[in-house]
């Protein structure tokens, strides 16, 4: 099959291309390679994935409508894995317009191409961030996300409000997925694990926020590729006995679904920072401070849904986890 994969620069883009082409699939990656965070990262991943003859590259925003339809009509995908946007709770406080054109306008335009060529099936990245007020735990895709308290969050709510639309106006199978905290080797530099280890290794103190008192559905990034590419062979089809007083708000009379993609087993950050600290063995400088604005003291993924349809069950124990990604961070920084 041939594949877009969108942000493929990205974390998780790149562990999602690489895994299509070892599988015998043809993947264009698009990236617009912004300076969010360090781009070096963001090329070096892409030096990563040259060498497989079944990749090919191009530079592209999402939200430049003109390229993304030239790019859908050229190449004819049978399937697209959206994962570009732009990410980050806390920068969406900071920089809300960046978030309007990235997750808004470059949603739009992915649905706008699938719309226009017949691609089978739109596999999207949502986020646990949407959960927002909801205290419920764990979350589950039956439950309200109408109360977002990030912009982040509300503009992966509005990709799937968006996604529904499409999906019920065109047919046009479309699987959103939740992420729970994901992290890894090749991981983010904005996320908690990468922050940390930064800080640690160079002597520096950490930020703790809510004095450490946080719970996280911490995920391997192995185990979130292995969801990605099962659920992508799940292809939701029309359901005429759903109803919107009785069903699931996860589902629909259209091809369309959501799911959670986590753990199931939320670790404290306390926890977790434990393991980091043995893993590097050095002790944490740690500076506790009070909740960030945006930012939810619990995420619990409730994945029995994505498990009943694919057999999905994450593996990785987080001790594990994060010494895979320090013996990565280690050799790729020589730290």
């Excluded at 963001?42 to 990749?55: C, I, N, Q, V, Y």
Aim: hydrophobic share 40%; charged share 20%; aromatic share 12%.
């Amino acid at each position: 099959m041939k594949y877009l994969v969108t942000g493929a620069a990205g974390f998780i883009g790149f562990h999602v291309a690489k895994r299509l082409c070892e599988a015998g699939h043809q993947v264009v990656g698009i990236d617009n390679l912004n300076d969010y965070y360090d781009v070096n990262l963001k090329l070096a991943r892409l030096k990563e994935l040259a060498p497989l003859s079944l990749f090919s590259f191009q530079k592209l925003d999402l939200a430049d409508r003109e390229g993304i339809e030239t790019l859908f009509a050229k190449e004819k995908f049978d399937r697209v894995i959206h994962l570009a946007a732009q990410a980050g709770v806390r920068y969406s406080i900071d920089n809300p317009m960046a978030y309007a054109d990235s997750n808004m306008v470059g949603h739009l335009t992915i649905l706008e191409g699938c719309r226009h060529n017949n691609v089978e099936h739109l596999v999207y990245a949502s986020s646990s961030s949407i959960y927002g007020l909801n205290n419920k735990v764990p979350f589950a895709t039956t439950d309200s996300v109408a109360h977002p308290i990030s912009l982040y969050a509300a503009t992966k709510k509005s990709n799937e409000l968006m996604s529904h639309t499409y999906s019920h106006l065109y047919d046009i199978p479309t699987t959103g997925l939740r992420f729970f905290t994901v992290y890894g080797p090749w991981g983010r530099p904005d996320m908690a694990l990468f922050k940390f280890a930064k800080k640690i290794v160079a002597g520096d103190s950490i930020d703790v926020y809510n004095n450490g008192d946080m719970r996280r559905d911490f995920t391997y990034i192995d185990d979130i590729v292995e969801g990605i590419i099962r659920i992508q062979n799940v292809v939701p089809e029309k359901d005429a006995s759903w109803q919107v007083e009785t069903g699931s708000v996860a589902k629909s009379s259209a091809p369309y679904r959501v799911y959670n993609i986590g753990n199931g087993n939320p670790v404290k950050l306390m926890s977790f920072i434990e393991s980091l600290e043995q893993s590097l063995s050095i002790k944490a400088k740690k500076n506790f401070m009070p909740m960030q604005a945006g930012d939810v003291y619990q995420t619990y993924a409730d994945v029995s849904d994505l498990f009943e349809v694919t057999g999905y069950k994450p593996s990785m124990d987080v001790a594990k986890g994060v010494d895979n990604f320090v013996h990565w961070y280690r050799s790729f920084y020589q730290v």
